[in-house]
């Protein structure tokens, strides 16, 4: 049978992992909003369809981008420039870093490549068919006269051909592969975030001296302290009873590249300039409004549930040791692997406290009192 002081002191540490992981992915969140990552992984699957270079080819470079001010999506003369210069996608965006989409649909992706294919002198009764088949057979667009990169030109002649020149099916095709391209963006992004999420955790897990190995030394020699972990994390499960729910679905959000249908509903009108400046403030109030919020529950959390934990554990660096340098090395190591932890995720958490607290309940687990009366 497992020991129910050695579940104890896991169910311990894996609390202190949850309140600090949904602490990391508050402040992730901001960053992300800051950022425009979502809008910068976005643009990096449209590179990835519209461009024959790969420009994420270094992780390094990859994540770096993140935290970049992007120009205007690709190079001049390039299909990927002309398609984010369109007007369904250039007012979607905010200015400066956030200046693209983070959410665009299908119907809009393939309305702007027949555009970017057709030109933007098409006129009523124009033959579409033969405006198409030409920038195809001219290897550039009719807008802007872009040159189109050989692995999509050979793409998009391929799914031409598969439509037998039919608008209708053609655009079918082009969605298709959108839809697919934001399931791969939506796992570049959760694999992005993970890595900005370790360094976030190692950021924390100085801040606060988040140290796991001095955590588990005292969780070892204090029994009290343990029992007053566990009815925490179970205060925490009945304060939080769909928080794994909740998280789940913040999660999906999260990685959601792909709008839904009429979700994003914009006309040639973009091109008025007024109307165009009350979107990016829209835009720019909602990201406020999002920012606003998630400071609100980082500041609760930490007033109502890490604090407590805190103070428990006696953590901060009142308590820090640096009269070695083999003390220093110790808590080094004990902050990585908190970070490491905190990069897992608040679901991945909280899904394992449960599980470790249904099975403690299958388990006589002695309290102090009873100890006392046995010895007694």
């Known amino acids: 049978m497992l020991n129910s002081s050695i579940l104890d002191i896991v169910i311990g540490l894996i609390f202190i992992y949850l309140l600090y992981s949904l602490l990391a992915t508050i402040i992730q969140e901001i960053i992300a909003s800051q950022f425009a990552f979502r809008a910068k992984i976005l643009e990096r699957a449209v590179f990835r369809m519209l461009e024959d270079e790969n420009k994420f080819a270094s992780k390094f470079r990859s994540v770096w981008y993140l935290f970049k001010k992007t120009g205007n999506g690709g190079l001049r003369n390039t299909m990927s420039y002309e398609y984010y210069k369109h007007p369904l996608i250039l007012f979607l965006g905010e200015s400066d870093c956030r200046g693209k989409p983070a ?8 309305k702007v490549i027949v555009d970017l294919l057709r030109g933007k002198d098409v006129a009523p009764g124009d033959d579409i068919k033969l405006l198409i088949q030409k920038s195809l ?3 550039s667009t009719n807008w802007g006269n872009a040159r189109i990169s050989d692995q999509t030109l050979s793409y998009l002649k391929s799914i031409w051909a598969d439509a037998n020149g039919d608008i209708a099916k053609f655009k079918h095709h082009l969605e ?7 399931d791969r963006a939506s796992t570049w992004y959760k694999k992005h975030i993970q890595f900005v999420l370790f360094f976030i955790g190692l950021a924390i897990s100085i801040a606060f ?3 796991t190995l001095k955590i588990i030394e005292r969780l070892e020699k204090d029994p009290k302290l343990r029992e007053q972990l566990v009815q925490q994390a179970e205060a925490f499960q009945e304060a939080h009873p769909d928080l794994d729910t909740k998280l789940l679905i913040q999660q999906a959000e999260n990685n959601k590249f792909l709008a839904q249908k009429n979700k994003i509903q914009v006309n040639d009108s973009l091109r ?3 109307l165009s400046d009350s979107l990016q403030l829209a835009n720019y109030l909602k990201l406020k409004s999002k920012r606003d919020e998630l400071l609100d529950q980082a500041s609760t959390l930490i007033r ?6 805190h103070h428990s ?5 009142e308590t820090f040791d640096s009269s070695s340098f083999r003390s220093i090395f110790y808590s080094l190591i004990g902050w990585m692997v908190t970070a490491l932890a905190l990069s897992l995720g608040a679901p991945f958490w909280f899904d394992l406290l449960n599980r470790l607290m249904k099975l403690r309940g299958s388990v006589a687990t002695p309290t102090s009192d009873d100890r006392e009366k046995k010895q007694g």
């Open 103 to 110: 959410y665009i649909n299908k119907e809009t992706f393939s």
């Open 137 to 139: 057979n001219d290897k």
């Open 176 to 182: 298709f592969w959108f839809e697919e391209t934001m």
């Open 209 to 211: 001296n988040v140290d």
């Open 272 to 274: 008025n300039k007024e």
């Open 304 to 309: 109502n549930d890490i604090n407590s934990v």
């Open 313 to 317: 554990l006696g953590l901060g660096w």
